[in-house]
């Protein structure tokens, strides 16, 4: 009996800004693509995080490069460049160290991977990564001239900004609206663990983690 070909192992990276936001529809959309292609999904690496959050608070991107790293993945399949970051340094960085680990990066939006069937970099997929990850930063930076200039034209309207009166919460009451955070943090587990358990965002959880700060 002939024996069927070993299925591509990949890991699917997905990223949303709040939780109020879900991952669902990436990741469906995905693993559609995934058995259309015969891969085999090992891991799904999710984060809840802005894209111009720092590389150190990017806990699915380090998942996903410790897969590569350990020859457990061969391909990372992604929505689309902005859900990698919005910081084209990330981006890039990123994208050179699953290339030295010999793992390509596919993009479902523009259906690219970033290495060709031998294993070399696709030129096509470099230049394209450039613009990509160029015009996911631009997007940023437009929404936040937008939102300064039309703050700075409600101001010179006389409006009042900010959050309504009273609706501010004080350290202690921020605390207590949270004690499910604070009981898993103080239990020792990790910020990205307790976001997941508690279902709220890992902002939220790091507010809290900064509020307790020496309690921990």
């Known amino acids: 009996m002939e024996k069927k070909p070993a299925k591509t192992p ?9 939780a109020k936001q879900e991952t669902d529809r990436q990741v469906s959309e ?5 058995d259309k292609k015969g891969y085999e999904v090992v ?25 590569a790293e350990s020859g457990a993945v061969k391909k990372v399949l992604v929505h689309e460049v902005s859900r990698l970051a919005r910081k084209n340094s990330i981006v890039h960085r990123f994208v050179e160290n699953l290339e030295e680990k010999g793992v390509s990066l596919y993009w479902h939006a523009q259906g690219v991977e970033t290495l060709l069937g031998n294993g070399k970099r696709n030129p096509a997929a470099s230049i394209m990564l ?10 940023v930076e437009t929404l936040s001239t937008r939102i300064k200039s ?9 409006r009042k900004l900010g959050r309504p009166e ?5 350290r202690s009451d921020f605390l207590a609206k949270h004690r499910d955070i604070m009981r898993l943090l103080k239990a020792g587990q990790s910020v990205r663990n307790t976001a997941k358990i508690t279902g709220k965002g890992m902002s939220t959880v790091q507010r809290v983690k ?7």
């Open 166 to 170: 009273g609706s501010t919460l004080e």
């Open 210 to 216: 900064a509020s307790i700060g020496d309690a921990l």
């Open 10 to 18: 990949v890991a699917i990276l997905v990223r949303v800004s709040t």
């Open 43 to 67: 891991a799904v690496c999710e984060e809840t995080v802005s894209g111009r959050a720092q590389e150190t608070e990017r806990h699915g991107l380090r998942e996903v490069e410790a897969l």
């Open 130 to 139: 450039a613009l990509l990850a160029e015009m996911a930063r631009n997007e």
């Open 30 to 34: 995905l693993r559609s693509y995934a």
């Open 150 to 158: 039309g703050l700075a034209e409600a101001k010179k309207k006389g």
